[in-house]
């Protein structure tokens, strides 16, 4: 009896202690929350200064304004949205398993998500597309994607995205739960309407994984193809303009292989996410909710991830985050410096 009094007296954790109705806070020792903190703290610094100056790159040096850039740079405003708008909020709660910002941003914070999510799949698949024709079809790449394209394609993105949230919020195939919905207060949880989880599940993993993947299925075939190619002619009876092709297709291959990796890190973040999601959904397997965490914090990582990928694949990237760091771009004339003479 008296084991069991103690054991009842002892203290519990509330999101709004002076709220009866408050949820249950996840306990931990000071020594996990510290380390869970600034390690958090770290990956959303890392993500909104990453994506910061690959926009200011791609934005200030006329250079990189290209098609397959304009891509990018949709991509990293996209990453950089999602880490001042949804990783920090979204961290503490998983961290502290409570929701400390009220029913109205939980509804937002949850829109927004779907929004920015959609568009960082849609810009993937469209980066895809453009380094397959790039490697594949070179000579047409030049008549075929060109800037207004590529502005065409992002302004595709993000309306799509944004039409498809209002879709799944207008008609009820979303919706997020919160103290309003009669719960504890300091909870915020979205979920999907049956049918159509099954539709998001097609639209926003199923199709885009199966282009992404398809499309660099036959870059990686065609570009070995033509390391094989270049390795058999003979280099000494080559014309300077063949040589100056070659050295085309060699720096259209490295950029596919960039951004084939960046890729190739997102469906590494977002697969097991979308797969627990899925396993929750239609199996009857209750995921942990530790293991659930742990996958949508592996998922919010990736943001911060591409400015990485670049930083070290990308030459042109360093040389402009050097400008950036040490002012230079003030000066009037930065815009139109040769990035590529530089780091070559």
């Known amino acids: ?42 990956s ?13 790159s791609v934005s200030h040096f006329r250079q990189l304004h290209s098609p397959s850039n304009l891509l990018v740079l949709s991509l990293a405003v996209a990453d950089f949205l999602i880490s001042i ?5 979204k961290i503490i709660k998983i961290i502290d398993s409570c929701w400390y910002f009220g029913d109205k941003f939980c509804y937002l914070n949850s829109v927004i998500e779907l929004v920015l999510t959609s568009v960082s799949m849609s810009n993937l698949v469209f980066i895809a597309i ?11 790449y030049a008549a075929r994607i060109t800037v207004p394209i590529a502005q065409l394609s992002v302004t595709i993105s993000w309306l799509l995205s944004m039409l498809y949230t209002w879709a799944l919020v207008f008609y009820k195939g979303y919706y997020v739960t919160s103290s309003n919905d009669g719960i504890c207060v300091g909870q915020c949880e979205g979920f999907y309407a049956e049918p159509w989880g099954l539709v998001d599940l097609f639209i926003t993993f199923l199709i885009p994984y199966t282009v992404m993947i398809s499309m660099y299925s036959k870059i990686f075939v065609v570009a070995r193809r033509h390391l094989m190619v270049i390795r058999m002619a003979n280099q000494q009876i080559r014309a300077k ?50 293991m659930f965490n742990i996958l949508t914090w592996l998922a919010y990582l990736n943001s911060g991830m591409n400015p990485i990928i670049y930083a070290l694949f990308y030459p042109w990237f360093q040389t402009s985050v050097k400008l950036i760091m040490t002012l230079k771009i003030c000066s009037h004339q930065s815009s139109i410096m040769n990035l590529f003479s530089v780091t070559h």
Do not use: H
């Not at 610094?45 to 994506?51: E, R």
């Open 1 to 42: 009896m008296d084991n069991d009094y103690f054991k009842f007296q002892q203290p519990v954790q509330y999101c709004f202690p002076l709220d009866n109705r408050s949820c249950l806070r996840e306990m931990r020792s000071p020594t996990v929350y510290a380390v869970l903190y600034a390690f958090s703290a770290a």
């Open 44 to 56: 959303v610094m890392l993500s909104v200064f990453g994506n910061l100056l690959v926009i200011i």
């Open 85 to 89: 708008s949804l990783m920090p909020f």
């Open 130 to 140: 453009d380094r397959y024709i790039a490697v594949c079809e070179p000579f047409v």
């Open 241 to 290: 303009e063949t040589q100056q092709n070659k050295t085309s297709k060699k720096s259209e291959r490295k950029a596919a292989k960039t951004l084939g990796i960046a890729i190739s890190v997102f469906l590494f973040c977002w697969t097991p996410y979308y797969l627990c999601l899925i396993i929750d959904a239609y199996t009857g397997v209750v995921v942990p909710n530790i």
